[in-house]
Structure formats: structure tokens, C-alpha cells
């Protein structure tokens, strides 16, 4: 009986360092792209505003498998790979707003200053 137990004992433990195994792929190339794009950006277009990669670098760093392993290893934070995805999800999105409310406040701005009505109602009187 205890034969059995310990074989599917270690099927689990087998089918679960496989699925983390295969999770570090999609964690590792969103941390590159993200993370090195982010930090391009920077080099490139400098650290203002603060969407000029800021977000991506910080989406890429909390999606990077290093940092839970840092986390769990120095303070001895657990940090589980849902919420690891949850967290860079939340940056990129973060980012992504903060982008579209940029573009949206230049727009207005550009209609303020050169006279364009943008309310449908107050153009037609």
C-alpha cells in the first residue's frame, strides 16, 4: 500500500515541476520583451514622461522568475506564479492607461489651442 502511495506521490510532484517548468518559458520571454523593451525605451527616449518605459521595465521585472526567487530567498516573501502574472498584468495595463490618458490630454490640448470643438452638440449651434 505504501508502494502505491509513493509512486502517485511522486507522479504529482513530477507533473508539477513539469508545469513549472513549462510556466518559466511564457515568464522568461515577457520578461525580455517587456522588461528589455521597457528599458530601451528609456535609454532612448530618456526617463520623462513616465510612460516612456517605466511601466514595461516594471511589468517586466515583477513577470521575471528571478524575482520570486530573490523574494522567497532574501525577505522569504512567497510570491506564487498567479500573482507574479497578476502583478505584471497590472503594470502593463497601468501603462497602457496612462499612455491613452497622455495621448487623450494632447489631443484636448491640440483642440484648445487651435479652436476645434470637440463636443458634437456645441458645433452644431
Known amino acids: 500500500m505504501s508502494d502505491e502511495t ?3 506521490e511522486s507522479k504529482v510532484v513530477a507533473r508539477g515541476r513539469w508545469s513549472e517548468n ?3 518559458i511564457p ?7 517587456a522588461g528589455g523593451g521597457g528599458l530601451l525605451l528609456l535609454f ?7 510612460t516612456n518605459g517605466w511601466f514595461a521595465l516594471m ?4 513577470a521575471c522568475p ?5 523574494l522567497k530567498k532574501y525577505p522569504g516573501i512567497l510570491f506564487s506564479g498567479r500573482m ?3 502583478a505584471a498584468l497590472a503594470f502593463f495595463i497601468a501603462g497602457r492607461l496612462a499612455l491613452a490618458y497622455g495621448h487623450w490630454r494632447s489631443i484636448r490640448t ?7 470643438c470637440l463636443d458634437p452638440q456645441r458645433s452644431l449651434q
Open 6 to 8: 509513493t509512486i502517485s
Open 22 to 24: 513549462l510556466a518559466l
Open 27 to 33: 515568464s522568461w520571454i515577457w520578461t525580455i520583451m
Open 44 to 50: 532612448e527616449k530618456g526617463p520623462l514622461p513616465l
Open 59 to 62: 511589468s517586466g521585472i515583477s
Open 66 to 70: 528571478l524575482t520570486s526567487w530573490l
Open 84 to 86: 507574479q502574472f497578476g
Open 110 to 116: 491640440l483642440a484648445k489651442e487651435t479652436s476645434i
